[in-house]
């Protein structure tokens, strides 16, 4: 079945360091792929997302690019703050067209330090 | 622009008996959606409502179940409890169904059983 895997943390890094979290996906057909960010005491927020092979997300200096060969869908951070400190998801859509099923990875706690 | 919001945020249940949780979606918004959120299993897809019908149902067994009224809102109810139901249920509303649309999420219900 389609499912998501996300590297497991907590990502303990200093303010102003590059920031990397891994997500690889399994799905038939051309899932739509999401980063959801959920702060301390607060719901998931939707951070960026792509539709289709290629296309590169971005909102708030995060960046991942949807690599269908890879199966990947990495987020990235050229410089964290300690405003950054939350749980990142990876998700993916499995049901072709509708996003309401999201399929999510385990989560991984970013600490940033100041 | 109210947020999705979830009633109530926190609720503590005996084994055996049976719950009613409530989520008011974001105005105009028509698509929503539920999710249990463990720590073990992480965020699992519970079901999808639009329109009042049951668009997609995730893989839990019968005694969790939901419904949309005509204003959107939506409840979900768990029958005989079980310790593994302890969870944080969290609810999420679009203005449709396709993956174009954003999620919002509200801030969940801490449900604990004992």
């Known amino acids: 079945g389609n499912s998501v895997t996300q590297m497991e943390g907590p990502v303990t890094l200093s303010e102003e360091a590059f920031l990397t979290i891994n997500c690889t996906y399994t799905a038939t057909g051309y899932p739509s792929l999401f980063w959801y960010v959920q702060y301390p005491g607060e719901g998931l927020q939707l951070l960026l997302k792509?539709?289709?092979?290629?296309d590169k997300g971005s909102n708030k200096g995060f960046e991942a690019t949807y690599r269908k060969e890879t199966t990947s869908f990495h987020l990235e951070k050229g410089s964290v703050q300690v405003s950054d400190s939350a749980v990142y998801f990876c998700?993916?859509?499995?049901?072709?067209?509708?996003?309401?099923?999201?399929?999510f990875g385990k989560g991984t706690k970013l600490s940033v330090k100041p | 622009k109210a947020g999705v919001t979830q009633t109530p945020r926190y609720l503590i249940k005996t084994r055996g008996q049976q719950v009613t949780l409530s989520c008011s979606p974001i105005?105009?918004?028509?698509?929503v959606s539920w999710y249990q959120q463990t720590p073990g299993q992480g965020l699992q897809f519970l079901f999808e409502?639009?329109?009042?019908?049951?668009?997609n149902k995730g893989n839990f067994p019968g005694r969790f179940s939901g419904r949309q009224f005509s204003n959107s809102r939506s409840e979900m109810n768990v029958s005989t409890l079980e310790l593994g139901d302890s969870a944080l249920y969290l609810c999420?509303?679009?203005?449709?169904?396709?993956?174009?649309?954003?999620?919002?999420f509200g801030p969940g219900t801490r449900l604990t059983v004992t």
């Open positions: 409502y639009f329109s009042e019908t049951q668009r």
């Open positions: 105005s105009g918004h028509r698509s």
């Open positions: 998700a993916l859509s499995s049901n072709g067209g509708s996003q309401g099923n999201l399929i």
């Open positions: 792509a539709t289709k092979a290629d």
């Open positions: 999420a509303s679009s203005i449709g169904t396709s993956e174009t649309y954003e999620q919002y």
